[in-house]
């Protein structure tokens, strides 16, 4: 067998193997797009058959037109928002200092952020529930905003610094020649050219904290204030949900803006995790 031959072959074992896994989480999806186009009478005929015979939009209809549903979806895009404006605050400059200061133990500070990134939320879940009852931060998304904060910060941090280490040290070697102070640096020179990496970082928040589930059900208790992700449980129990097409409607809205969002911006957001690993 030919080199090419063999490359050829690699090519195809990888394709189908990519195939294999976009068809096991794609299906479920699927499923769930035909449950929400079925009407109530379909679904009782079992799930036999995978495409409706009578589709109908009035499922999305019955939900969007639901004021307590489009308060989940706000509050999940507001959270959502709020926490990844307020990462980017803080991992910015941090990952600048990271990258253009030279200090004692930095590669382990670095690592040390990193394993924070590791610790799986359900370890934490008890102690944080108490030390956010002790701050008085229960039932408010002031709380869950700072969670928010902290937990996608790690990655930020990591994420920009990738980008930061891409811009040439000249440009702000230029600056401070001209009399530019350290900040006036950060903020004139480094910050604009690294918005594609800010602007990529926040997506990619974004669509981790629209998927968080734990934080958010273990601080919030007021219905009015849940996000999506929380809220389509108890959606699920209102008189509007009881039936399971609309449901599989209200779930479906839920999940599909950020795989939109992923699939429109894949991109950048890939952009912005090699950011860095090329240098030359």
């Known amino acids: 067998m030919t080199s090419e031959s063999r490359e050829k072959l690699w090519d195809l074992a990888t394709y189908l193997i990519a195939i294999i896994i976009a068809a096991f989480f794609l299906v479920p999806l699927l499923w769930l797009l035909s449950l929400a186009l079925r009407t109530r009478q379909e679904v009782f005929l079992g799930a036999s058959r995978f495409i ?18 489009i308060n989940y979806l706000w509050n999940g895009l507001k959270l959502s928002a709020l926490g990844g404006i307020g990462c980017l605050i803080v991992a910015a400059p941090a990952a600048y200092a990271f990258s253009r200061f030279h200090f004692q133990s930095r590669s382990s500070l670095m ?30 998304h002031f709380g869950v905003t700072m969670i928010y904060i902290a937990v996608s910060l790690p990655m930020a941090v990591w994420l920009l610094k990738s980008s930061i280490d891409g811009i040439p040290k000249s440009l702000e070697e230029a600056a401070q020649i001209d009399g530019c102070s350290r900040f006036g640096i950060f903020w004139r020179i480094t910050l604009p050219l690294v918005a594609p990496g800010l602007a ?23 219905d009015s204030k849940l996000p999506i992700s929380v809220a389509i449980f108890t959606f699920a129990g209102t008189s509007s949900a009881s039936s399971t097409q609309v449901l599989a409607a209200a779930c479906l809205v839920a999940v599909v803006p950020a795989i939109v969002a992923f699939l429109l911006l894949q991109r950048m957001i890939v952009g912005a995790l090699t950011a860095g690993a090329v240098k030359g």
Do not use: C, H
Request: hydrophobic share 55%.
């Open 111 to 140: 690592m040390s952020i990193l394993a924070f990134q590791m610790v799986s939320p359900l370890v934490i879940l008890v102690p944080l529930y108490r030390y956010m009852a002790s701050l008085g931060l229960l039932d408010g």
């Open 200 to 222: 990529s970082a926040f997506i990619l928040i974004m669509i981790l904290n629209w998927s968080q589930f734990l934080v958010p059900f273990l601080l919030l208790t007021t």
């Open 52 to 69: 409706p015979k009578r589709p109908t939009l009035g499922n999305f209809e019955q939900i969007l037109s639901d004021p307590a549903f």
